[in-house]
């Protein structure tokens, strides 16, 4: 691209489809040179499910992306056949502006560069997009503030995940406290549609102290077309987490009319506790800055595999005792942090063994 006069530089805003990773929308960077024809969608949302531990290393925050690039043509294949719209922002840049992000985006793209470690609300595919953009102006970017509007991380997850409750559900148990807590506008830009909007509004001081919109014009590069719809699970965690209660409830009053508790189900239960806690406890080391303070814990930990065996040969164990402790401890935390839907009717469910094993003598 020799001369960036007849180049077109976009920022590219998918809207969701059906697959989970594809819940929060997509941002890529597109050059277009309209002399020759040369059109590249610049992608840092390229990853590979096939590498090596993938899902541990996504779940201890060392998740590698790459910056991709492919015809655009290929690009709008993919939203066409998901029916998802695509909005293309062309960009207000100056021809050494666009020099610049070209070769940013060019050295970015070596083999020895494209790699980076993907944070998902730090550092993602929209957030490296902005940055970039922001790095080629020669002026200050100025943004037009969202005054009052302070929405938690978990607060936008969920605005995402509208439909999809068990998504939902999934993003709240590993979540933790920190994702309660209130964003700034920059923090907001991790979302595809969040950053749109603000460089709609977004302008560039020039070296004259001219104002200039930073969006040149705004477009319809793929139509939005017909989506289909996958069935989720059909109870929604409020509703699985109510037949667990029911069926504690009859079991609590079996043992109540037959003086007796039933093993079996305190094992279930402490086996299904511990597993789940094993997960929340590696939270605990994973590098995502929103996990590591997750009060669910009191719930979900392992601590149940320490005291499972004395509690199957009904010896004596201050198991039960702790579990209240946990459980009160558990209710009062929820002023602070927004549990995965349904988790107080569980943690009611675990309150009800303490009662059936303290009416049998145990503690």
Same mark, same amino acid.
């Given at each position: 691209?020799?001369?960036m ?17 594809? +819940? ?12 020759? @024809? ?5 992608? %840092? ?19 590698? %992306? ?13 939203? /066409? ?6 909005? /293309? ?5 100056? =021809? ?15 083999? /020895?560069?494209c ?8 550092d993602?595919?929209?957030?490296? =997009? ?17 005054? @009052? ?18 998504? =939902? ?5 590993? $979540?933790?406290?920190? =994702? ?14 969040? +950053?749109? %909007? ?18 040149? /014009? ?11 719809m ?11 987490? $109510?037949?667990?209660?029911v ?5 609590? @009053? ?19 506790? @511990?597993?789940?806690?094993? $997960? ?40 039960w005792? $702790?579990?209240?402790?946990m ?8 002023? !602070? ?17 303490? !009662? ?8």
């Amino acid at each position: 691209m020799a001369s960036m006069d007849s180049v077109e530089v976009s920022l590219l805003t998918c809207q969701p489809h059906e697959e989970i990773y594809s +819940l929060y929308g997509h941002t890529a960077l597109r050059l277009h040179d309209l002399r020759n @024809g040369q059109d590249w969608a610049f992608n %840092y949302g390229v990853f590979n499910f096939k590498a090596p531990h993938f899902v541990w290393r996504f779940v201890f925050g060392l998740t590698d %992306y790459e910056l991709g690039v492919l015809p655009t043509s290929i690009f709008k294949k993919e939203y /066409e056949k998901y029916g998802s719209m695509v909005t /293309e922002q062309v960009l207000n840049l100056t =021809a050494q502006e666009k020099m610049t992000i070209y070769r940013l985006l060019y050295i970015n793209a070596l083999p /020895e560069n494209c790699t980076y470690r993907y944070n998902y609300f730090y550092d993602n595919c929209t957030t490296r =997009a902005r940055d970039m953009v922001e790095r080629s102006l020669s002026g200050q970017l100025r943004y037009e503030p969202r005054t @009052g509007h302070e929405p938690t991380f978990r607060q936008m997850v969920h605005d995402c995940t509208k439909g999809h409750p068990w998504a =939902a559900w999934g993003n709240d148990f590993l $979540l933790g406290l920190k =994702a309660d807590l209130k964003t700034d506008q920059r923090q907001q830009e991790f979302l595809p549609n969040n +950053l749109m %909007y603000d460089f709609a509004r977004a302008q560039t001081v020039r070296g004259d102290g001219r104002y200039v919109p930073l969006v040149k /014009e705004t477009r319809t590069l793929v139509p939005a077309g017909v989506q289909i719809m996958e069935p989720d699970f059909p109870l929604t965690p409020t509703q699985a987490a $109510l037949v667990l209660l029911v069926v504690s409830i009859v079991i609590f @009053g079996l043992e109540w009319k037959r003086k007796r508790t039933f093993l079996w189900w305190d094992v279930l239960l402490m086996v299904l506790q @511990g597993v789940l806690g094993l $997960l929340l406890f590696v939270m605990l080391f994973s590098q995502h800055p929103t996990t590591s303070l997750n009060l669910q814990i009191l719930l979900f930990n392992p601590l149940p595999f320490i005291y499972i065996y004395k509690v199957y040969r009904q010896q004596t164990t201050h198991w039960w005792n $702790l579990l209240t402790v946990m459980v009160i401890l558990f209710y009062i935390g929820g002023i !602070w942090q927004d549990y995965a839907e349904g988790m107080e009717i569980v943690a009611l469910c675990l309150l009800l063994r303490y !009662w059936s094993n303290l009416r049998n003598g145990k503690k």
